[in-house]
């Protein structure tokens, strides 16, 4: 059995309908959740051949918890804290991951990102993971969030998320937003969900906003300026795309 078809048989097991649902939406963004936790993988085998401790990891918008069971699938010696301030969803990711959590593997905060990031320690997570939350931040917000998890890291670190980066070809990306926006039509009307159509559009409308949008070019300036270094956005479909950065070692 392939990896997608192992995790789209972990995931319809765990998250169920959630899963399902957003696979038939927005196929990418499940496929960039399977990305973070292979990318957390491939730090973990690094981390494994030096040293075996525990791998200590913050996720940044845990949502129902389709992008923290990839990670938690990521290394069985993994420990992560999960931060979602929106309270129906990280419901959801409580139930569904509950086997986590009893297990001392999984911890869930309530906090907002930035409330969460300023109580960790400096120099105490070997990884910062996140799937579609940065480009919901106002950008001033988004600065203050990358400065701090540049922070948190540990020398060596990786700061991982799939997300929104709009291309600087601002016609290519109308084009691509515009193929988004006909995908969502023909599912949801066919699902006859003209409510999560509606939710889709108006979410879609706040993504693309001026002091909202995550334009390539800016946000790797934004990194480097936070002190990030080796940032790679890899993995494109259409608008959304993987950005992996570390956090140098001492000179």
Known sequence: MSTHQNFDAMFSGVIGQDYQLLKLICPFATEMSRLVGETVAAFCRRKDDTVHDTVHVLELGGGTGITTLSILAANQNLQLLSVDNEPAM??????????WAESGKLRFSGDDALTALRAQPGGS???????????????DYRRLVLNEIYRILKPGGWFINGDRYALDDVTAHTRNTQLEVAGYF?????????????????????????NHIMRETTAIRQMTESGFRQ?????????????VAVKPLPQ
């Not at 990280?90 to 086997?99: E, G, I, V």
């Open 125 to 139: 997570f070997d990884v910062l993971a996140s799937a579609y939350t940065l480009h919901n931040f106002q950008a």
């Open 90 to 99: 990280q419901s959801q990711a409580r139930q569904n991951l509950q086997t």
């Open 231 to 243: 940032i790679d956005i890899k993995h494109r479909m259409d608008v959304n795309a993987l950005l």
């Open 186 to 210: 023909k599912v949801l009307t066919d699902l006859n969900r003209l409510d999560l159509l509606e939710h889709w559009i108006i979410h879609l409308f706040n993504d693309e906003s001026e």
